[in-house]
């Protein structure tokens, strides 16, 4: 009887020391620390042990101990691999995030921003400036990248280029990301964006895939107030249906880029141009998208307003951005003698 309490009193005891370590450790892994190195790249050498990988935490503050942590990868994370890399650690941070984040080795990285309503002329400047290439290429080669219509083939078998279907938003990129992984992930973007059921209201608009994408990259120039896209939409698919020609000034300034000719100002030339871009002569559609079109853009092409509007200009009251619609040549005349008297007044001050 008396080795039956003893054994019971020293498994009780074991037990209860495993369960105050586990807790010590958990607690200990879990503490948020504070530190000043939250905007500083930490290196983690090629090669290095765990030890070492612990000892450079510690000598920058982010673990304030390395017992805890080497317990907890002996005991609890036996199989976790610490990859090398650069590593940018938030302020505070626990040992157990700081560990996880090291799961993952990456290198250092920055932020691509790509604008709504870009074309490939200005994304293309923006890789050679961001990400520059070993050896280094200039931007009429990274634009010759951008001719790769294979990476959208399935989606759009006419494409000669990438123009439109380049996503715009923000990257998370590793330093040193060659221009054409760029590219291929702006595609992707694209293509995650693109959502399985729109494919089924493009079959509703008796449009093509590419034709959405073209309409959508109209709409995304001619404005930015999301709220009434769908509306500028409805006019741009009223002037195709009425056969009238789109009139759209922002085709005029892409084939100026597209003759790498602009220069910030529409010209007379630019205007009277023949040109399948220029939609103040063709009627219908310009050949192919003119940017690249945000989500709510496409989904203003997809569902247009039902309008009988035909004519739209510049709401100079609102000072929004947004516009005025018209039915009417008289009304759009009215309108837009206003909008010309405003800026007559603008370009005087």
């Known amino acids: 009887m008396k080795y039956i309490r003893l054994s019971f ?3 009780s005891l074991v037990v209860l020391v495993i369960a105050s370590f586990y807790f010590w450790i958990q607690t200990s892994m879990n503490s948020q620390i504070e530190h000043e190195k939250s905007a500083t790249y930490i290196t983690i050498e090629q090669g290095s042990s765990a030890n070492q990988i612990l000892h450079v935490l510690e000598e920058n503050q982010i673990i304030e101990g390395t017992l805890a942590p080497k317990l907890y990868l002996r005991f609890l994370e036996k199989n976790v691999q610490l990859e090398a890399g650069d590593y940018l650690f938030p302020s505070p941070t626990s040992p157990k995030e700081a560990l996880n984040k090291l799961k993952n ?8 921003t790509i604008p709504e309503g870009w074309t490939r002329f200005e994304i293309a400047k923006r890789l050679v400036a961001q990400f520059p290439a070993v050896p280094v290429l200039t931007e009429k080669e990274v634009l010759k990248l951008m001719d790769n219509s294979e990476l959208i083939r399935e989606f759009d078998p006419q494409a000669t280029n990438l123009e439109g279907y380049l996503y715009p938003t923000t990257y998370d990129l590793e330093i040193g990301t060659h221009p054409k992984e760029v590219i291929t992930k702006m595609v992707q973007q694209f293509k995650s964006t693109w959502q399985s059921d729109w494919d089924n209201s493009v079959k509703k608009t008796g449009r093509t895939k590419r034709e959405i ?6 709409i995304e120039n001619e404005t930015k107030v999301d709220k009434e896209r769908a509306i500028i939409a409805s006019v741009i698919y009223n002037r195709l249906d009425q056969r009238i ?3 759209i000034d922002a085709t005029n300034v892409y084939i100026a880029k597209l003759l790498n000719r602009w220069d910030g100002i529409i010209h007379k030339s630019d205007v009277e141009i023949d040109h399948p871009y220029n939609t103040r002569k063709i009627q219908g559609l310009p050949p ?3 940017c690249s079109p945000s989500k709510s853009a496409l989904e203003a092409a997809l569902h247009p307003e039902i309008t009988n509007y035909i004519y739209y200009v510049l709401d100079v009251k609102a000072g929004d951005g947004s516009h005025n619609f018209y039915s009417t040549a008289a009304g759009f005349a009215r309108g837009k003698a206003e ?4 800026l007559a007044k603008q370009r005087s001050n």
């Not at 080795?105 to 691509?112: A, D, E, T, V, Y």
């Open 9 to 11: 009193f020293l498994l």
């Open 105 to 112: 080795g990456r290198r250092r990285s920055k932020m691509l």
């Open 213 to 218: 994408v073209t309409i959508a990259s109209l």
């Open 245 to 247: 020609p789109l009139g």
């Open 288 to 290: 192919g998208p003119i």
């Open 339 to 342: 909008y010309q008297k405003w």
